[in-house]
């Protein structure tokens, strides 16, 4: 049964920083592209960030976060990361991990960013 679990959210004031984890289990991660999405309420999900599958899988990220968030996995821990700097009031949201490929989700971890 695959299973992703968030971690790392929290409250942080602006400009300041926070990783996000995401372990995974049940699946074959290492061939597998995987995803960040956010969402605030009454809104929809936004794919903030991709990274494809294997050791050298290539990042993209949305122009909202670009420059300032980063996507890694660590294959060997079945763990994918977004280290998120200059934060922004505007980043508040429920962030989530997903597997494009398979349809699965984690629950999400709360970022709050406020003064």
């Known amino acids: 049964q695959a299973q992703l679990v968030e971690s790392g959210g929290g409250l942080v004031q602006p400009g300041g920083s926070l990783r996000l984890s995401c372990s995974a289990s049940?699946?074959?991660?290492?061939?597998?592209?995987m995803t960040w999405h956010r969402q605030t309420p009454g809104e929809e999900r936004e794919q903030i960030a991709r990274?494809?599958?294997?050791?050298?899988?290539?990042?993209t990220y949305a122009e909202s976060v670009k420059d300032r968030f980063a996507i890694s996995r660590d294959n060997e821990k079945n763990i994918l990361y977004l280290e998120m700097s200059s934060l922004k009031w505007e980043d508040t949201a429920m962030y989530y991990c997903?597997?494009?490929?398979?349809?699965?989700w984690g629950k999400g971890t709360l970022v709050a960013v406020s003064a």
């Open positions: 997903h597997v494009p490929t398979l349809g699965h």
């Open positions: 990274i494809g599958g294997g050791s050298r899988g290539r990042a």
């Open positions: 049940g699946f074959d991660f290492i061939i597998y592209a």
